[in-house]
């Protein structure tokens, strides 16, 4: 079973900024995409940011320019830097892993709490 924990979570006022990990216990190397989604309660849980295999990346409309996802493949560590945060903002984020092969599976962290108030 592959551990994901999410970490960087916090209260932030609006405009502020903070990053997000998420440590993997398996290499994430070979990992076909990693990802973040937000969900708030009584809503879908959202996409918010994925990065591929190949390091491509793919941002919802309502984070672009704000958010950046980078990956870490030594430190098996994905990150979310989101800048000029809004109230909208406010969310359980969870990482999200997916290999296809060495062996297959998807995995979810337990979430971390982003509240974006002042």
């Known amino acids: 079973q592959v551990q994901l924990v999410e970490s960087g979570g916090g209260l932030v006022q609006p405009g502020g900024s903070l990053r997000l990990s998420c440590a993997a216990s398996r290499s994430i190397a070979s990992a076909t995409v990693m990802a973040w989604y937000r969900q708030d309660p009584g809503k879908q849980r959202e996409l918010v940011a994925y990065?591929?295999?190949?390091?491509?990346?793919n941002y919802a409309d309502s984070v672009k320019g704000r958010f950046t996802i980078s990956r870490d493949n030594a430190k098996n560590t994905v990150y979310l830097q989101m800048n000029n945060l809004k109230p909208e903002d406010t969310a359980v984020y969870y990482c999200?892993?997916?290999?296809?092969?060495?062996?297959?599976?998807?995995?979810w962290g337990q979430g971390t709490q982003v509240t974006v108030s002042s």
């Open positions: 999200n892993a997916r290999w296809v092969a060495g062996p297959s599976g998807e995995y």
């Open positions: 990065i591929t295999y190949g390091g491509n990346t």
